[in-house]
């Protein structure tokens, strides 16, 4: 199975919160998984369950233990980490994450067209969250609405969009 294939089927289930069913599906179907990259997919499924059942900890323990040997885990594993640092309020741990996806996209031209822009969507949209959540009163609805206006307006995919509409809620 490609692992593209197995992380999706398992976000699947974390977008209508079967997290049981997640998780036997991650620990079964592992054998499926081409032998080069199973253990860093297996490990970055866990980190994401465990995140997405707000197991902070749980999570950075999985993801600790990904090697991140190919772009794809290196970005996916640099999007969970700055999302659980944003849920911890460790704002300045993000802004090096940010920094090393810059790096990522702009010395490494062996990325695909999916992941260029992929990076790209992430870098701009959690900068602007971050803008929001570090407004003040004053500024911070205004710039929740930007933000917001712009997500309506996007018309390729975002990840994670409906947590960044989340976020501007909660802000």
Known sequence: MLSRNYLRVAQMAFSIKEFNWAEKFIHRAKSALYPVNADEIYKLSLARLYFEKNDYKKSMHYLNKVVTKDNYCYINTRFLLARIYFENGNYSGEKDIVKSLQKKLYRKPDLS?????????????????????????????YLASVLRKKL???????????????????S
Do not use: M, P, Q, S
């Open 113 to 141: 067209r999916f992941e260029t822009i992929h990076l790209k969507k992430f870098i701009y949209y959690f900068t602007r969250l971050l803008k929001v959540i570090k407004a003040d009163d004053k500024n911070k609805g």
């Open 152 to 170: 309506d307006n996007e018309k390729e995919h975002i990840a994670f969009k409906n947590w960044y509409y989340e976020k501007i809620v909660d």
